[in-house]
């Protein structure tokens, strides 16, 4: 019998063992795949390391600090890129639009000064389009969300925004047309990372006294006898149940759950990952720690250097990138591994990051949980699985659990409330 039995391994599943072990309970971890980490965790390919797609730490909070000042880290500053047809302009795209030739500029700003006023209850592309004007909004934020959230701006809602998009002033709009001197508005102002070990080294001090069993991935929860069945036919009796698995799984695999749970659990759906990433036997071309991509000819959203983000993670005159295309099951990959891998390579020569020659190693493999996606009516039908989640005394945690847009540092809070959980006598 587990005290408190958490599903799931990641940084989530981590912070509610660890917590729940500060608070003197005695916590176990069941984690499905053979290594901890979850989305925070690496794989090797030749000599070369590659973090499961961009990842950076970063936090305001005191106890997810705390977390990092444990490790030797990095400090890099904030600079990403954008490419568009044969250009970088610097990020965010709507005030530094510098690059562009003179005609372009006076029709993005023009649009910027008659956007329309804000509304109550906007979609994202008119949320986009009120906050850009119509020719900012559709040549970049609309087409990079077809790309990044594989459907189209005015499909989602606005819930998930928070501080990611800058919303720049009439000024800073006109001063980053003329001149590339722009200061950086990105909403973080530093970013950190292991200078050895790759991103999940800043939890690995975290897990060092924790029970934790890999290749435990838990398939039926009861929660009337207060057990879970394993796939490898075991079963474990369980006084609190904390789960970081995702939500529509979880609620699939409740033993008596409603049809109408099930019905809203089968409307929540996430895009995955292709991750391409690539070795090169030589230093880096181009130098952008990352980059977005907006042209639609090319597949990838997303890259970034692992050899700058620390250069451990390459053999010495070694770099690396990765590069992220997103697909989902409203718009599926349509290419194999090995063509994706082709394409990459023409698309990073087109954009001049990166020299076939030079290639040193190649890798292809899927995440198939990547950002939660808020179409329109989400929430709604999230919270309502949620509750019935709840109302069967599971405590969901982390990204997936309480199927939301959280960064590391917010999902190692989400599992921070398994310190909470009360006493059974
Ligand atoms: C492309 C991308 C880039 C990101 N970049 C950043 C960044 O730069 N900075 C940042 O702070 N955050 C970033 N994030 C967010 C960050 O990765 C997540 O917030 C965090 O890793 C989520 O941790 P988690 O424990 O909730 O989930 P996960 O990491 O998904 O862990 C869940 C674990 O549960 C296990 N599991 C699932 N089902 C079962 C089961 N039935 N039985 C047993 N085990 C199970 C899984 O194998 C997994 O190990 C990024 C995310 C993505 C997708």
Redesign the pocket.
């Known amino acids: 019998m587990a005290e408190i039995l958490i599903?799931?391994?990641?940084?989530?599943?981590?912070s509610a063992a660890v917590h729940a072990r500060r608070a003197g309970r005695e916590a176990v971890i069941?984690?499905?795949?053979e290594r901890?980490?979850?989305?925070?965790?690496h794989f090797h390919v030749g000599g070369f390391r590659f973090d499961?797609?961009?990842?950076?730490?970063?936090s305001n909070n005191e106890h997810y600090r705390a977390v990092l000042e444990m490790t030797d880290y990095i400090t890099h500053r904030p600079e990403p890129y954008n490419y568009e047809q044969g250009r970088w302009l610097k990020h965010p795209v709507q005030n530094n639009l510098y690059p562009l030739p003179a005609e372009e500029k006076v029709k993005a700003i023009k649009s910027f000064i008659e956007r329309p006023d804000q509304s109550e209850d906007s979609n994202y592309r008119q949320w986009l389009n009120e906050q850009f004007g119509e020719v900012i909004a559709g040549r970049y934020p609309a087409r990079y969300t077809e790309k990044y959230w594989t459907v189209p701006a005015d499909s989602l809602s606005t819930d998930w925004i928070g501080s990611r998009l800058y919303r720049p002033s009439l000024e800073e709009v006109l001063f980053g047309a003329m001149t590339d001197r722009t200061p950086s508005t990105y909403y973080l102002p530093e970013l950190f990372y292991p200078r050895r070990g790759g991103y999940r080294a800043f939890l690995d001090p975290l897990v060092e006294d924790l029970d934790l069993r890999t290749g435990?991935?838990?398939?039926r929860v009861n929660p009337v006898k207060k057990y879970v069945e394993?796939r490898d036919g075991s079963r474990e009796y369980y006084l609190h149940l904390v789960s970081?698995?995702?939500l529509p799984?979880l609620a699939g695999?409740i033993d008596g759950a409603p049809a109408v749970v099930g019905e809203q659990a089968a409307a929540l759906w996430a895009t995955s990952?292709a991750l391409v990433s690539l070795g090169f036997s030589r230093p880096q071309k181009g130098g952008h720690l990352w980059f977005y991509i907006y042209d639609r000819d090319i597949l990838p959203a997303r890259a970034h250097a692992p050899s700058m983000k620390s250069p451990d993670n390459a053999p010495q005159g070694c770099s690396s990138l990765q590069f992220?295309t997103y697909f989902s099951r409203q718009a599926p990959l349509k290419c194999s591994g090995e063509e994706l891998i082709e394409h990459v390579l023409d698309a990073a020569e087109k954009m001049d990051v990166a020299s076939r020659p030079d290639l040193a190693v190649a890798d292809y493999r899927t995440?198939p949980?990547?950002?939660v996606v808020f179409d329109r009516g989400m929430v709604g039908r999230r919270d309502y699985v949620l509750d019935y989640v709840r109302s069967c005394g599971i405590l969901p945690?982390?990204?997936?659990?309480e199927w939301d847009y959280?960064?590391?540092?917010?999902?190692f809070l989400?599992?921070k409330q398994a310190e909470t959980l009360p006493f059974v006598v």
């Open positions: 599903i799931g391994g990641g940084v989530a599943g981590i069941f984690e499905a795949g901890w980490g979850g989305l925070l965790d499961n797609a961009v990842h950076f730490a970063f435990k991935e838990v398939v394993c970081s698995t995702p799984v695999m990952v992220e995440l949980y990547g950002n945690v982390g990204r997936f659990g959280l960064w590391a540092d917010q999902s989400s599992g």
